[in-house]
């Protein structure tokens, strides 16, 4: 169903670009390329990868703009009803499936901006110098290559620039598949990347601190916060490590000005983007919620990344539910706590954390908890048994199905019991294929699972 036209958004097929009226420095426009998958939800999603990228560009002086076929960009063309939150889903079209998945027993479809609304505000804007594309997931790179493949069609001198996750995590078959100018692996912060980008462009620009904005948008129903890079864990199932070596936390003060400005424009959706957002709370977390309260900023805060249950601590529930948190999801991954597959949690440390949530006075039924499903090695019971254990908290279960990721620990295992030449193709990566659970995925298994959860 078409929502009512938001009246701030530009008409078809305009894109708006932020200028800085230096016709020296080049013009670049970032796109975040549609969805490829059998399912995806919008969970508070948004390219900061790539939206920094254009922040550091956009200070350096260059006249930027974003596509990002993931979001309404026109107010007249079709896009879902507005849901809680800001959340929309996102307009899906049905399309054939990649052969090598031809068996999975679920249908595969294009997400986010109708394709000939795309091609057609493409084909009617002036010609970038530079057009930069980011990834997500390594299995959506087919979203990827159609996007080169449209530019390619429609720029004769633009330079093509791809980052991300998936040439991060995938180098070989980026480089192998994808006709881009250049083709960076890692976060652009970086220094050999930067110097490799300033080089290629013919610039020579010190690189810019790491900035979040949300004005590419004409209209956004939610924004994003991240106060820190990277994560201090190293858990066996994630890659976090190689996607951002190291951990930094930012400073208060740019990330209070970054909320409030989104704030001032009317923003009252925020979901927190942080890996460990409660590793060293007193470094920037704890005063952000005290800023928060002591303005009377009425907000709503979400976290869709799971939280770390060990560092709830009193103080620390008692702020964020002052401050408006709504939506509150707890990493517990497993409730088989003498053999689990990272060192985030003991059995007193959850008893002790969902105490304190609930002393400070989150409902059960704001607390939704992971559970991971479809790990190499896993058993149903396994899987059963952590629902039964959350259930009996009155807490929400939410199955995270496991992507197995190049890089992390758990690869190898995940290779050996994959059905799917998972490390010839990442789209066998896809978690939606439940490439690792014994036989893929199966709607059987999924309502039983989804029956055991609500009933
Ligand atoms: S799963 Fe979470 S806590 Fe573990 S390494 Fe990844 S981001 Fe960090």
Redesign the pocket.
């Known amino acids: 169903m078409i929502n009512s036209v938001r009246q701030s958004l530009p008409k078809w097929p305009e894109i708006i670009w932020i200028s800085s009226k230096r016709k020296d420095l080049p013009k670049i426009l970032g796109i975040n390329p549609w969805v490829y998958d059998f399912a995806a939800y919008n969970f508070w999603a948004r390219p900061v990868g790539l939206i920094s990228c254009l922040m550091k560009f956009k200070e350096i002086g260059c006249d930027v703009a974003l596509l990002d076929c993931m979001i309404r960009m026109w107010r007249d063309v079709p896009w879902t009803q507005d849901r809680r939150y800001g959340l929309s889903a996102y307009p899906r079209t049905e399309i054939p499936k990649p052969y090598i998945l031809k068996e999975v027993p679920r249908n595969f479809a294009r997400y986010g901006l109708l394709f000939e609304a795309v091609k057609g505000a493409l084909e009617r804007m002036e010609e970038p110098d530079y057009v930069f594309l980011s990834t997500v997931m390594t299995y959506w790179y087919p979203g990827l290559v159609t996007m080169i493949q449209l530019l390619r069609k429609i720029f004769k001198r633009t330079k093509i620039v791809v980052g991300g996750i998936y040439p991060t995590l995938c180098e070989k078959h980026a480089e192998n598949l994808l006709e881009a100018d250049l083709i960076i692996k890692g976060p652009l912060e970086k220094k050999d990347n930067w110097d490799k980008l300033m080089k290629f462009m013919g610039l020579s620009y010190k690189m810019p601190d790491f900035r979040l904005s949300f004005c590419f948008y004409p209209y956004t129903s939610y924004a994003v916060i991240m106060g820190s890079r990277g ?1 201090p ?3 066996e ?2 890659a ?1 490590r190689r996607l951002f070596p190291g951990f930094y936390q930012r400073p208060l003060d740019i990330i209070w000005e970054e909320f409030y400005l989104e704030y001032e424009r009317g923003i009252r959706d925020f979901a927190f983007y942080d ?2 957002l409660l590793f060293n709370v007193e470094k920037w977390f704890v005063g952000f919620l005290e800023r928060v309260i002591k303005n009377n900023v009425e907000v709503r805060f979400h976290c869709p990344n799971g939280l ?1 249950i060990r560092y709830l601590d009193k103080e620390i529930c008692k702020l964020m539910k002052r401050a408006g948190f709504k939506t509150i999801r707890l ?1 517990l991954e497993t409730a088989n706590f003498q053999s689990r597959r ?1 060192r ?1 949690l003991t059995k007193e440390q959850w008893d002790i954390g969902v105490k304190n949530l609930l002393d400070a006075g989150f409902d059960k039924q704001d607390i939704g908890v992971y559970i991971l499903f479809g790990l190499p090695y896993q058993t149903d019971d396994e899987i059963v048994d952590t629902i039964e254990f959350v259930k009996s908290y009155g807490f929400r279960p939410h199955l995270a199905y496991y992507t197995p990721i190049p890089g992390s620990k758990l690869y190898e295992q995940a290779k050996e019991v994959s059905n799917y030449p998972i490390d010839e193709d990442p789209i066998c990566q896809n978690n939606a294929i439940w490439p690792c659970y014994p036989g893929g995925f199966s709607w059987e298994k999924r309502s039983y699972f989804r029956q055991l959860i609500h009933s």
């Open positions: 994560c864990f190293n858990c199932y994630c976090s890996d460990a770390h990493g990272d985030k």
